[in-house]
């Protein structure tokens, strides 16, 4: 590479690097970040360094769980470590093919809404057993004991828990 090229190239790694660490600083509303990046060249590549590998952890646990599963605080609840927002519409679940990944111990809401009336399972908890009317969302709660547990309507998995 000439000089050039490497010259232009580190000035876009560079305001690339900040533009990523002013996102993150304004998503976490911390100003020690910002203040970090416009101090100099060395403590900028450390805090990019940083910003990038919780930028890129924070995205894969976005992208796993996706929109309908919130979890801790997220949930709304003091009492629900996970949360599932699920429906059942002409015999179809959305989204398809959930599975969630949980701990021992988790205590779990699923929300079910449907267009019909349906009993709904919960494997290895037979007194969580729970129906869902049409458009009145039914709310199943369970802590998860065993190593797969799958939420199931008229026979089919509306989603499955697993733990690692």
Avoid: Y
């Avoid at 801790?72 to 969630?100: C, F, H, M, N, Y």
């Amino acid at each position: 590479m000439t000089a050039t090229t490497t010259s232009t190239l580190t000035r876009a790694s560079a305001a690339t690097a900040a533009l990523a660490v002013l996102g993150l600083a304004a998503a976490c509303g911390n100003d020690d970040d910002s203040a970090a990046a416009s101090s100099g060249p060395s403590s900028s590549a450390a805090s990019t360094s940083t910003s990038t590998a919780t930028a890129t952890a924070t995205s894969t646990a976005s992208a796993t769980d996706a929109a309908h599963v919130q979890r801790g605080a997220a949930t709304g609840e003091r009492d629900v470590d996970v949360k599932v927002r699920l429906s059942w519409r002409g015999g179809a679940v959305d989204p398809a093919g959930t599975t969630v990944a949980v701990e021992r111990g988790d205590r779990v809401e699923v929300l079910v809404s449907s267009d019909q009336h349906a009993d709904i399972d919960v494997s290895g908890h037979p007194d969580d057993r729970s129906d869902v009317d049409p458009d009145e969302p039914e709310d199943v709660d369970f802590t998860i004991t065993e190593e797969r547990t799958v939420v199931s309507i008229g026979g089919t998995t509306l989603a499955t828990f697993t733990t690692s």
